[in-house]
C-alpha cells in the first residue's frame, strides 16, 4: 500500500535525466533551471523598485518642501499675515481700555503691600512660620538669571 499520491501526468521534473538518474549541468553552465526568471532580468526588477522608491520620497520631500512657509513665523510676521478684517474682535480699542482702567483702578501698590504684610503677620495656618519678605525677596532675585 502507497501512502503519497504518484505524480500528476502533467508534471515534468526538472532535472530529468536517463531513467532514475538526475542531470549534472555541464560546468560553467548556469545553475538555474529553465524555468526560473533569468538573473538579469532580477536584476533589472530590484533596480527598478528601487528607482521607484527614490522618485517616491523626492516626490513626498518635494511637495513638503513647497507646502512649508518660506518666512519664519515670528509673532510680528504672524500678525500681519493672520490679521483679522476689521471690526477686529476686541473689548475696547487702546484709548478706551486706558480710560476704563484709569477709571477703575485696581488696588495700588500699598494696598497690595498691606496685604502682604498680613500675611506675614497671621501666618498661613501651617504649623511652619511663613518665610520673611527679605527671605521671599532674595530667593526671587537669586532665581533670575
Given at each position: 500500500?502507497?501512502?503519497?499520491?504518484?505524480l500528476?501526468?502533467?508534471?515534468?521534473p526538472?532535472?530529468?535525466?536517463?531513467?532514475?538518474?538526475?542531470?549534472?549541468?555541464?560546468?560553467g553552465a548556469?545553475?538555474?533551471?529553465?524555468?526560473?526568471?533569468?538573473?538579469?532580468?532580477?536584476?533589472?526588477?530590484?533596480?527598478w523598485?528601487?528607482?521607484?522608491?527614490v522618485?517616491?520620497?523626492?516626490?513626498?520631500?518635494?511637495?513638503?518642501?513647497?507646502?512649508?512657509?518660506?518666512?519664519?513665523?515670528?509673532a510680528?510676521?504672524?500678525?500681519?499675515?493672520?490679521?483679522?478684517p476689521?471690526?477686529?474682535?476686541?473689548v475696547?480699542?487702546?484709548p478706551?481700555?486706558?480710560a476704563?482702567?484709569k477709571a477703575?483702578?485696581?488696588?495700588?501698590?500699598a494696598?497690595?503691600t498691606?496685604a502682604m504684610?498680613?500675611?506675614v503677620?497671621?501666618?498661613?495656618a501651617?504649623?511652619?512660620p511663613?518665610?520673611s519678605?527679605?527671605?521671599?525677596?532674595?530667593?526671587?532675585?537669586?532665581?533670575?538669571?
Amino acid at each position: 500500500m502507497n501512502m503519497t499520491r504518484g505524480l500528476h501526468p502533467e508534471t515534468k521534473p526538472q532535472r530529468q535525466g536517463a531513467p532514475g538518474r538526475w542531470v549534472v549541468p555541464p560546468p560553467g553552465a548556469e545553475h538555474v533551471e529553465r524555468r526560473d526568471a533569468p538573473m538579469r532580468s532580477v536584476g533589472k526588477g530590484i533596480g527598478w523598485i528601487v528607482f521607484a522608491l527614490v522618485v517616491i520620497v523626492a516626490g513626498v520631500l518635494i511637495f513638503t518642501s513647497a507646502i512649508k512657509p518660506r518666512t519664519p513665523l515670528t509673532a510680528h510676521s504672524a500678525a500681519a499675515r493672520f490679521s483679522a478684517p476689521p471690526p477686529r474682535l476686541q473689548v475696547a480699542g487702546p484709548p478706551e481700555r486706558v480710560a476704563l482702567e484709569k477709571a477703575h483702578a485696581g488696588p495700588g501698590e500699598a494696598a497690595i503691600t498691606s496685604a502682604m504684610d498680613r500675611v506675614v503677620q497671621d501666618g498661613w495656618a501651617d504649623a511652619a512660620p511663613p518665610p520673611s519678605r527679605n527671605d521671599v525677596a532674595m530667593h526671587r532675585a537669586q532665581a533670575v538669571p
